[in-house]
Each structure stands twice: as C-alpha cells, then as structure tokens.
C-alpha cells in the first residue's frame, strides 16, 4: 500500500492501483464527485490518474490545462488554503473558467510530496458545502474561528473510538 506521504513515481506509476484506491477512498469518505492527482509540469498541471466522475469534470487522465487556469497554483502558491466550501463565492476560483465550465461547487486540494515537480491531491464536487462564515458541524471545529470542512469532519470521524 502507498502512503500519502510517499513521493510520486514521476511518469513511472509502480504504484498506480495504490493511488487510485487512495483517491477512491478520498473522495469516498469526503462526499465528493472526483479525486484526482495532478502534476505540474512545464507551466501545465497533468492529470495522471483520477477516482470518480473525472471525464465529467474536464480531468481524464492525461488532461493537461494551463497551470494559471487551475485551483492547485492557488494552492501551491498559498493563496488558498485548500479548502473552498463554495467556489462560486470564493474570489480565487469564482473566476477560473473551469469553475463554470466543470460546475464545480466544492474543492479540496493539498500539495503532494515536497519534489520538483509539484503534485497536488485534489477532490470537487458539483455540490457546494455552505459559505465560510458557516458554524463548525464537528467537534474537532468546536471553538474554531474557521468553518468545518468534509477534511475536518473526515479526520473527526477516523478519531472517533469504535465500538
């Protein structure tokens, strides 16, 4: 089994059934549509292997979109936090034309491995999840100055003891 915090294989994918399991249970566990691993190559993010309704959403394998039209150089340059509850409201990607053009609602993305090139792991949904100023829903938020995301929400739950 791979873990997150393996650097990707770079155009070799030894472990592709891993990262797409990884994915699946991504966006599984966050409610989202499509979960995707894209790699930033020569001003381009490449989508190099994806879970969920990709072709929908413009992110087939393979895809290549300019790197200045994607969520991920927000997030790699640290203008986002990753987290966008609702991305028709959010200023950084309420302008993106694939906001419209894929009727993305929701996004979460974070930076992947710390190599040149930069990867990203990233899940949308067509589905937004309420505005920032919402009130926390989990008790990991509780007292928090920022909204509960699917993230949070997801860890709270894996934390939770069974039984």
């Known amino acids: 089994m791979v873990s997150l915090t393996e650097e990707p294989q770079r155009r070799e994918r030894p472990h592709a059934e891993?990262?797409?399991?990884?994915?699946?249970l991504a966006r599984e566990q966050l409610e989202?549509?499509?979960a995707f691993l894209g790699e930033v190559e020569d001003g381009r993010e490449v989508v190099r292997t994806s879970s969920g309704d990709a072709d929908s959403f413009g992110l087939a394998e393979?895809?290549?979109?300019?790197l200045s039209a994607t969520y991920c150089q927000h997030v790699l340059e640290g203008r986002l936090d990753g987290t966008v509850?609702?991305?028709?409201?959010?200023p950084l990607t309420a302008g993106l034309g694939i906001t419209a053009r894929a009727r993305?609602?929701?996004?979460?993305?974070?930076?992947?491995?710390r190599a040149t090139p930069a990867y990203t792991c990233?899940?949308?949904?067509?589905?937004?999840?309420?505005?920032?100023?919402?009130r926390p829903t989990c008790a990991s938020c509780a007292?928090?100055?920022?909204?509960?995301?699917?993230?949070s929400r997801a860890r709270a739950d894996a934390a939770r003891p069974r039984g």
């Open 85 to 90: 509850p609702d991305a028709t409201r959010e």
């Open 122 to 134: 990233s899940v949308a949904s067509r589905t937004s999840r309420g505005r920032r100023s919402a």
């Open 18 to 24: 891993e990262l797409t399991a990884a994915l699946t």
């Open 32 to 34: 989202m549509d499509v």
């Open 62 to 66: 393979g895809t290549s979109v300019d």
């Open 104 to 113: 993305i609602g929701s996004y979460i993305g974070v930076p992947y491995g």
């Open 143 to 151: 007292g928090s100055e920022r909204p509960c995301s699917p993230l």
